[in-house]
């Protein structure tokens, strides 16, 4: 998790953003849906915490979307934190929308869709990296992607580099639901639960001590 997150910071960092402007990421809560979901849900609200804390986190909101019961779940677990919005406040209803949502649903258009792989019992996503990457993806120009952010992208989608184009049509919502499949950012590995649940542990404990 360590080095692919380093690899997401040397591309993203250098980029110049402002963090003026407020910014909703919205987090398909069916992403978590497995036997484990409380332990994902707390490691994801370690790493928003975390990313929230730094300068470039500055103005930045979580809300959970998708299936409303596992929203409902989601916010009433002891794993989930303040930092996730129980509803969206008059200030923010004009805030820009990133949505990290299940690749196998339509993208929404009106804002930025980064289509992730469902995370399996065992899997070990980069939540860390894949919140920084929709931090900068709320803060970049969209008209002009960069080849940084390119890049940053493809060490999250394993490899797997769209191009330009294919990247525009993915981030608007307009991709169909194979071009969201291939280049669906995906899970580091998979592990065994108990491995899964220990590095949870170590991260969620060394994040809450950074923060």
Do not use: C, H
Request: hydrophobic share 40%; net charge negative.
């Amino acid at each position: 998790d360590r080095d692919v997150y380093d690899k997401v910071s040397d591309y993203l960092e250098p980029l110049e953003i402002s963090t003026e402007e407020p910014e909703i990421i919205e987090i398909d809560a069916e992403l978590l849906n497995n036997p484990s979901f409380d332990r994902y849900l707390e490691y994801l609200d370690e790493s928003a915490e975390f990313e929230s804390s730094q300068a470039y986190g500055r103005n930045v909101y979580y809300l959970f979307t998708g299936n409303a019961a596992l929203v409902e779940r989601a916010m009433n677990s002891t794993g989930a934190s303040k930092i996730f919005l129980k509803k969206v406040p008059e200030f923010l209803k004009n805030a820009k929308r990133i949505g990290l949502a299940d690749a196998l649903k339509p993208g929404i258009l009106n804002q930025i869709n980064i289509p992730a792989l469902k995370w399996e019992e065992g899997d070990v996503p980069p939540l860390r990296a894949l919140i920084k990457l929709a931090i900068y993806a709320g803060r970049i120009d969209m008209s002009d992607i960069s080849q940084n952010f390119r890049s940053a992208y493809e060490v999250l989608a394993g490899g797997a580099l769209p191009d330009s184009l294919t990247l525009k049509t993915i981030l608007d919502g307009t991709a169909d639901a194979v071009l969201r499949t291939r280049f669906a950012l995906r899970p580091l590995l998979r592990v065994s639960i108990n491995q899964t649940l220990q590095f949870f542990q170590n991260m969620t404990r060394m994040l809450s001590q950074s923060v």
